[in-house]
C-alpha cells in the first residue's frame, strides 16, 4: 500500500480534549464544517426528488450543468463554458484526492501544490504514486518551465491563510503552463466569500485570454450554500479534459445521487440565501478578529475565504495549547506546510454563540 500521511486532525485529540474541560464547553474553530442549516429551498428540491429509483446520470441533468454556467456567468464573470464542459462531483475533496488519477498520472510525474495547501493536494499526488512538488506563488511559473509538472494545483482564495492572488499572477502561471502542456487546475471553493480583495478565476478572460484550454476550475457549495452534508461539487473548464474526466468517472460508477442534482441545481439559481450565509460569516469574522487582535495576535492575509490565519510568533502548537487552555481549539499551520509552522487557523464556522464565547475569552486573556 501507498504510504500516507497520519490524518492531521487525530494529532489534534489532546488539545481538543483540555479545551473540553473548560467550564463554559470547547468552542471549535479547527475545522471548516458549516453549523448554520441548510438554505429551505435547497431542501425542498432534495425531497421533492427524493422519489429517483433510477441511475443518475453521470454527467449530471442538463439543467444541472445550465445553472453551473449560469451561475458561472452571473457571479464569477466567466464566459464561454459549455455545459456540456461541465461535470458534477461527489463533493470536491473526492475530486482533489482522485484527479491526478482521474488525469493518468502516475510514477515519474510531479503534481505542483502551494508551499501551504490543502492537504489534500499531496494526498492525491501520492495516491496516483507522483512526486509533490512545492511551490512559492512567485516560483510557480519559472518551476513550470524547468520542472514541467504533469498538473498545478491553484487555490484562491486560499486555504488556510485566505490569501487572493491576484489576476496577474494568475495570468503568468496559465501562460507558463500552457508553453509546456501542463495542466492547471484552481481550487475555488471559497470564490464567493471575500472581504478585503476580489478574487478572480483562472477561467476568467482576464486571467485565460478567453481560452480555458489546459485549465480547469472546482467548485463547492460546502461553503456558499451549507451543503457539506450534500457532497455537492463540479468542476469546469477545459472541454476535452473533462471529457477525459467524464469517461474514466463512467466506468468508475463516480455518479452524485438524483436528489442531490435537483438540490444542487437549485442551490446554483438562487442567490439570496448566498448573500445571507456571507452575512453571517461578516459578523464572526469582524467579532473574531477583533478578540483576537485585542489579545495580541497578528493576522495575516485572510482577505476571504472562512478563516482568520493568526500568529503570536511562537510555534504554532505552542498556540494551540494557548487557545485550549482557554477553551478554544484551532488548527495549528503546520497541518498545511512547513512554512506554516508559526501561524494557526481559526475558523467562522461556529454558532453565534460560540464565536461569541470565543471572543470574551481572549479580551479577557
Known sequence: ???????????????????????????????????????????????????????????????????????????????????????????TKELVAWLPTLLGLGAGDTVAIPEVAYPTYDVGARLAGADTLVTAPQDVPELIRTRRPGLVWLNSPANPHGRVAPAAELRAVVAAAREVGTVVVSDECYIELAWEAAPVSVLHPEVCGGSHEGLLAVHSLSKRSNLAGYRAGFVTGDAAVVAELLEVRKHAGLIMPQPVQDAMTVALGDDA???????????????????????????????????????????????????????????????????????????????????AAAAERLKGA
Do not use: N
Request: hydrophobic share 40%.
Open 273 to 355: 440565501h448566498a448573500a445571507e450565509q456571507k452575512e453571517r460569516y461578516r459578523r464572526r469574522r469582524v467579532m473574531l478578529r477583533d478578540a483576537l487582535e485585542a489579545a495580541g495576535f497578528r493576522v495575516d492575509h485572510s482577505e476571504a475565504g472562512l478563516y482568520l490565519w493568526s500568529s503570536r510568533d511562537e510555534d504554532c502548537w505552542s498556540t494551540v495549547d494557548w487557545l485550549a487552555e482557554r477553551g478554544i481549539l484551532a488548527a495549528p499551520g503546520e497541518f498545511y506546510g512547513e512554512a506554516g509552522a508559526r501561524h494557526v487557523r481559526v475558523a467562522l464556522t461556529a454558532t453565534d454563540e460560540r464565536v
Open 1 to 91: 500500500m501507498r504510504k500516507l500521511p497520519d490524518f492531521p486532525w487525530d494529532r489534534l485529540a489532546p488539545a481538543k480534549a483540555r479545551a473540553g474541560q473548560h467550564p463554559d464547553g470547547i468552542v471549535d474553530l479547527s475545522v471548516g464544517t458549516p453549523v448554520d442549516p441548510v438554505p429551505a429551498v435547497v431542501q425542498d428540491a432534495l425531497r421533492a426528488g427524493s422519489d429517483a429509483p433510477g441511475y443518475p446520470l453521470t454527467h449530471g441533468t442538463p439543467a444541472l450543468r445550465a445553472a453551473a454556467v449560469g451561475w458561472m456567468e452571473r457571479r464569477l464573470g466567466v464566459t464561454g463554458v459549455a455545459p456540456e464542459a461541465v461535470l458534477p462531483v461527489i463533493g
